[in-house]
C-alpha cells in the first residue's frame, strides 16, 4: 500500500530556522513496519506553501502524476491551513480549498487523514485557527472516505515548527489515527 504525507513545513519537518529538517514521516514510517505493515510512505511537504494558493493545485497534479506512473494511493494524509490564516486568508477560504483536497483524493480512490491545524506559541489569531479547526472537523461527515485527527504536538522548536521529538510525536499520533483504520491489504 502507498501512503502520501502532504502539507506544508509541518509535513516537511522543518526545524532550526529552516537549515534542518526532520518529517514526521520518519516516526510513522518507523511504527508502522515495527507493527507489521507493508507500506511504501511518500513525504511531499513544501515550507511556506498555502492551502489557497498552491496546495490545492499541487495536490490533484500530484495524484494524476502517481497514477501515471501506476501508483495508487490508499491513504493521503493531508495537513494545511496554518500558513494561510498567518497570511490573513478567511477560514472559509481555507476550507472551500481543503474540501477540493478532500475531493481530489475521492476522486483518486484514497482515503484521507484530515489533520487539523495545532496550536502554536502565538496566541494572536488564534480564533481563527479554531475557527478552520471547527471545518475541518466536519469533513468527515461530509467526506465518507476522510478519517480526522485533532493534532495536538507542543514540542515546538520556534513556536510554529516543532523540534525532531515534536515531530516523531506528530509521527506517532498519525499512525495511532491512521492504524486504527488500516486493514489487511496493508500488510502485505
Not at 64 to 91: C, F, M, Q, T
Not at 141 to 164: I, T
Request: charged content about 20%.
Amino acid at each position: 500500500m502507498h501512503i502520501l504525507a502532504f502539507g506544508d513545513s509541518l509535513t516537511e519537518g522543518y526545524y532550526n530556522h529552516g537549515t534542518q529538517f526532520h518529517p514526521y514521516a520518519i516516526k510513522l514510517q518507523q511504527l508502522l513496519l515495527q507493527n507489521g505493515y507493508s507500506v511504501k510512505l511518500e513525504q511531499r511537504g513544501e515550507s511556506g506553501e498555502l492551502v489557497t494558493r498552491s496546495m490545492v493545485n499541487r495536490l490533484p497534479a500530484l495524484l494524476r502524476e502517481s497514477e501515471a506512473r501506476g501508483v495508487k494511493y490508499g491513504w493521503v494524509i493531508i495537513l494545511g491551513g496554518i500558513n494561510d490564516l498567518g497570511w490573513h486568508k478567511e477560514p472559509a477560504e481555507v476550507w472551500a480549498g481543503l474540501r477540493q483536497m478532500y475531493e481530489a483524493v475521492g476522486r483518486h480512490g484514497a482515503q484521507a487523514l484530515a489533520l487539523t491545524c495545532m496550536e502554536t506559541a502565538y496566541q494572536l489569531g488564534d480564533e481563527k485557527r479554531v475557527e478552520l479547526n471547527n471545518l475541518i472537523r466536519t469533513a468527515p461527515a461530509e467526506f465518507p472516505h476522510v478519517k480526522l485527527l485533532d493534532l495536538v504536538v507542543a514540542e515546538w522548536d520556534d513556536g510554529l515548527h516543532l523540534s525532531p521529538a515534536g515531530y516523531d510525536h506528530m509521527g506517532a499520533l498519525i499512525y495511532g489515527a491512521l492504524s486504527a483504520h488500516l486493514g489487511p491489504e496493508a500488510r502485505g
